[in-house]
């Protein structure tokens, strides 16, 4: 059984940084799409960065390119998104999804794409 556990949300000041660890059991991503999606209250769910787990290829939404980051561990069967200069707007739930594979280039922010998700961690950034 596919399991993606997030981990890492909080609360945090504007301007300060957090980690986001997504570990995936039951499932090697290491040749899938990987991504984290992001949904405030009473926004359509936001793709905020993907990653092509065999080649690296990311991809970011333009409101947090330069300021989040998506990596891997696939020694650890882990992907993590590092969040810096965060603003209020960030505040969301954040997801973590596992989708199909795409043989280059990068993976697609979109939602219908992924096929596991977890369930999700609260980010609140606070001015």
């Known amino acids: 059984q596919v399991q993606l556990v997030e981990s890492g949300g909080g609360s945090v000041q504007a301007g300060g940084s957090l980690r986001l660890s997504c570990a995936a059991s039951?499932?090697?991503?290491?040749?899938?799409?990987m991504g984290w999606f992001r949904q405030a209250p009473g926004k359509e769910r936001e793709g905020v960065a993907t990653?092509?787990?065999?080649?690296?290829?990311?991809y970011y939404a333009d409101s947090v390119k330069g300021r989040f980051t998506i990596s891997q561990d696939n020694a650890k069967n882990t992907v993590y998104l590092q969040m810096n200069s965060l603003k209020p707007e960030d505040t969301a739930m954040y997801y973590c999804?596992?989708?199909?594979?795409?043989?280059?280039?990068?993976?697609?922010?979109?939602?219908?794409?992924?096929?596991?998700w977890g369930q999700g961690t609260q980010v609140t950034i606070s001015s």
């Open positions: 999804a596992a989708g199909r594979t795409v043989l280059f280039g990068t993976c697609p922010p979109h939602f219908s794409f992924y096929n596991y």
């Open positions: 039951g499932y090697t991503f290491v040749s899938h799409c």
């Open positions: 990653i092509n787990t065999p080649s690296g290829s990311t």
